[in-house]
């Protein structure tokens, strides 16, 4: 007989929320390995996980002291994702694959039952452009870039230095966002502007 843990595994890293409706035989071994992995996380990096979290153990989560990391419970990381603190993830949060987070020295804070797709990039820093220094010479800020709760970012968006985004907003596929976002709106396009309610 075939055993197909090594690609349940697989299937879990990229479609996380699978791991939340594992029946029991599964739960044997994906229990168990997940706590192996958050475990091994904790006693490496200034992280705080919540209780059943799913973490990819591609992803790639970096919390050095005053710069922790905070994961709320029923919140999952999928594979390939960058966290770099200080950054706080609320409750039932979901981070999907190849997303990235740099929560500068403001941090990235995101509210509860918020969802990322794909390939989102927040960067909570920016580099100066004085035309009398070089690039790698530029002095760095950070704002921070908040979140607020059930919030969605569509495939491929990103979030600049600075910006608020408000409960219930939508951030459409491909968008980029550089200015804060009301409550309960849809926003569209490079650079997002305002395109509904929800």
């Avoid at 409750?91 to 804070?109: E, K, P, Q, R």
């Avoid at 704002?143 to 219930?168: C, E, F, P, Q």
């Amino acid at each position: 007989m075939i055993d197909y843990t090594e690609q349940h595994k697989q299937r879990l890293n990229y479609m996380p929320w699978l791991y939340y409706s594992l029946k029991p035989k599964h739960l044997a071994w994906a229990e168990p390995w997940q706590a192996q992995i958050q475990q091994q996380l904790c006693a490496l990096e200034t992280v705080h996980i919540g209780s059943n979290v799913f973490i990819a153990p591609s992803a790639r989560i970096f919390a050095e002291p005053g710069r922790d990391i905070v994961i709320g419970d029923n919140t999952y990381i999928a594979a390939d994702t960058f966290i770099h603190g200080p950054v706080t993830l609320g409750t039932g949060v979901s981070i999907n694959h190849h997303t990235c987070l740099d929560g500068g020295s403001a941090g990235i804070v995101i509210g509860d039952n918020s969802r990322l797709a794909p390939y989102c990039h927040l960067y909570a820093f920016n580099h100066g452009t004085d035309s009398q220094r070089l690039i790698s010479e530029q002095p760095v800020t950070s704002k921070g870039i908040v979140l607020g709760r059930d919030v969605w970012l569509g495939s491929h968006s990103g979030v600049t230095d600075g910006v608020n985004i408000g409960d219930g907003a939508v951030v459409g596929m491909g968008s980029i966002v550089t200015k804060s976002v009301n409550a309960s709106t849809k926003v569209a396009g490079n650079p997002a502007r305002p395109i509904g309610k929800r």
